[in-house]
């Protein structure tokens, strides 16, 4: 990285402090002007998973509350009678190596000045590659238009100076917002801070530079293994095996030319 | 939410609500059947050129038509299936070489201009020298063009696709090589390289996706469920039954030829449509992208 580096930013969610107020999600629709995730039929759909009927990041959900409900062993008690409640505010991970930019064969996924990764929506033509690729299932093709549409970290915000709006809205200061060296560091000392505390379960997610896509620009404090929040537990950007993959077409693109050659060797025969 | 962390082994895997991690590819039936015409286009090109070599004009006439008609075929199911289909054209603005699809579509532009032209060309009589380039180019990107479609599925996040990378080129050349074989055998029923494709193919085929089911673990699986495992099943059973049948048939007996061309192009159809679905299956469940990823971790924490 050159110069973007000093000024690319981030999300730091700290879902140690998230109330599931969810205003996250609010603001995010009102800013952006995300319309409602309808269901085929029209209507709206309650999924009886404790408070969230978001249900799962989206074309039409960029930011997403889980609510896990957790009756646990004893000694994970935090003094309300072996029960607890976790909640945590998902958003695009704005990957450093992005799978969904990679494969985007349009370039209407690309890299910001923020280092953010943001879809081009009068490039789009929704051919749905980036959607499979996204190794966290985040971006998806909007039902009625086609195109794919994720999380831009409000770009026209952050191009006015202000902070995305559910950063600005959050009201415990779960999601926070700022250059993403300082948010590591911050982070880091809160992990430290919960385990001292008795948190033993405390955890980073995304904060490491070196993980399967050299680190998120919006990553997490998590109480419990990411998969339980719906995270995948160690994900990797597809195309870091993209060489190993073009070897291997390469060498059935070689068998199938030696073999049609040999399928026409020894004519007359039968 | 209180299901067993997940263990060394294979075994229950903690997720929120047994909801999907992965999105659901929106890719509809064309694109499997893209795969299924990509390969014939490529797979005839090829046959094309080997007929013009080995003098065998009548095979290289047919086998040109037919490519031409496959790569036709080919782009209006990717137009078809775009979200936005005015807008394909915006492939063309870029080329991009981390994008699968950006490269393909630079191939299949190059090889669909190539194969168009080649057969205008013998169809007409007039442009021969440029037509016999033309051919050239489109059998020299054929090879490419079959197998590139396994790259472009690999190259995702599905645990079905990307982990059956190395092996997926094989299933799609092999694939190429059985479909386009067959369909020469009912155009020019003598050809006896027609009939050896065929059959050398559809081993091919059958034999790579086996390894691929072996060689996955766990994951192999989304290839038994479902969907999949019904079109893996009608795969291996038509591909097996129509290359036995060519196999045996010879030159000269008719029926059999008929049927066994037959076979093996529904098998070969059959398989990538069994790619396709497994790798929705496995996006669909969370068992197949939170298991292997955890035991991933397990390992390493253990190695450390």
Redesign the interface.
Same mark, same amino acid.
């Given at each position: 990285m050159t110069e973007a580096s000093s000024t690319r930013v981030g999300f730091f969610t700290d879902t140690s402090i998230c109330i599931g107020c969810k205003a996250c999600e609010v603001a995010c629709k009102e800013w952006n002007g995300v319309p409602s995730a309808l269901q085929a039929d029209g209507g709206f759909e309650f999924?009886g998973?404790s408070y969230?009927n978001t !249900?799962?990041l $989206?074309a039409d959900s960029w930011r997403h509350v &889980?609510f896990?409900?957790?009756? !646990?062993p004893a000694e994970r008690a935090d003094g309300d009678g072996g029960f607890r409640w976790l909640m945590s505010s998902d958003v695009c991970k704005h990957c450093t190596s992005a799978?969904c930019l990679?494969? @985007?064969?349009? /370039?209407?996924l690309v890299r910001t000045e923020f280092g953010t990764v943001v879809v081009q929506e009068d490039?789009?033509? $929704? @051919? !749905?590659?980036c959607?499979?690729?996204?190794?966290? $299932?985040?971006? =998806?093709?909007r039902r009625g =238009? $086609? %195109? &794919?549409w994720k999380c831009t970290m409000c770009y026209d915000r952050l191009r006015g100076g202000l902070e995305p709006a559910c950063a600005t809205a959050c009201p415990t200061k779960s999601i926070q917002f700022g250059p993403l060296d300082e948010l590591r560091t911050r982070a880091a000392s809160r992990v430290d801070t919960l385990r001292a505390a008795g948190v033993v379960d405390a955890r980073l997610y995304g904060a490491d530079p070196d993980d399967g896509v050299d680190g998120m620009s919006a990553f997490f404090l998590l109480l419990d293994?990411p998969?339980?929040? /719906?995270?995948?537990?160690?994900?990797?950007v597809?195309?870091r =095996?993209?060489p190993?993959?073009?070897r291997?077409?390469?060498?059935?693109? *070689?068998?199938?030319?030696v *073999?049609? &050659?040999? &399928?026409?060797v020894g %004519? !007359? %025969? %039968? | 939410m209180t299901s067993p962390p997940p263990g060394p082994g294979p075994g229950p895997v903690r997720t929120y609500y047994g909801r999907p991690v992965l999105k659901r590819p929106v890719w509809k039936w064309y694109i499997p059947a893209y795969f299924f015409t990509g390969g014939i286009a490529a797979g005839s090109a090829l046959l094309a050129a080997g007929g013009r070599v080995t003098g065998d004009d009548r095979l290289a006439r047919r086998c040109l038509v037919a490519s031409s008609a496959a790569v036709a075929t080919s782009g209006v199911l990717l137009v078809a299936d775009l979200g936005r289909p005015e807008r394909f054209l915006n492939m063309l603005r870029v080329a991009k070489v981390t994008s699968p699809m950006s490269v393909g579509t630079w191939l299949l532009s190059a090889f669909g201009t190539a194969t168009a032209a080649a057969t205008v060309s013998e169809l007409t009589g007039r442009g021969r020298r440029t037509g016999r380039v033309a051919e050239a180019v489109a059998a020299l990107l054929a090879p490419a063009m079959a197998t590139y479609t396994a790259v472009l599925v690999a190259d995702t996040a599905v645990p079905a696709w990307h982990d059956a990378r190395h092996e997926l080129p094989f299933v799609f050349a092999g694939g190429a090589a059985a479909s386009a074989g067959a369909l020469a055998v009912l155009m020019v029923p003598e050809s006896a390289a027609a009939r050896r494709l065929a059959v050398g193919g559809a081993a091919v085929e059958l034999a790579a996706a086996e390894v691929l089911e072996r060689r996955l673990g766990e994951v192999g699986e989304a290839y038994h469920r479902g969907r999949a495992g019904t079109l893996k099943r009608l795969a291996t059973a038509a591909g097996g039954t129509g290359g036995t049948l060519l196999a045996v048939a010879g030159r000269r007996r008719r029926a059999p030829q008929v049927a066994g061309a037959l076979l093996v192009l529904v098998g070969a159809a059959a398989e990538r449509f069994a790619v396709f679905e497994a790798g929705v299956e496995s996006a669909i469940d969370p068992a197949f992208t939170v298991g292997p990823q955890s035991h991933r971790l397990a390992a390493e924490s253990l190695a450390r």
């Open positions: 999924l998973q969230d !249900g799962e $989206g &889980a896990i409900e957790q009756k !646990g799978a990679d494969v @985007c064969p349009t /370039g209407s490039i789009c033509n $929704g @051919c !749905g590659y959607i499979p690729a996204c190794p966290f $299932g985040v971006i =998806d093709q =238009d $086609g %195109r &794919a293994d998969e339980v929040y /719906g995270l995948p537990p160690d994900p990797v597809t195309t =095996d993209l190993s993959m073009w291997s077409a390469a060498a059935a693109a *070689g068998a199938l030319a *073999g049609v &050659a040999a &399928a026409f %004519r !007359g %025969r %039968r | -």
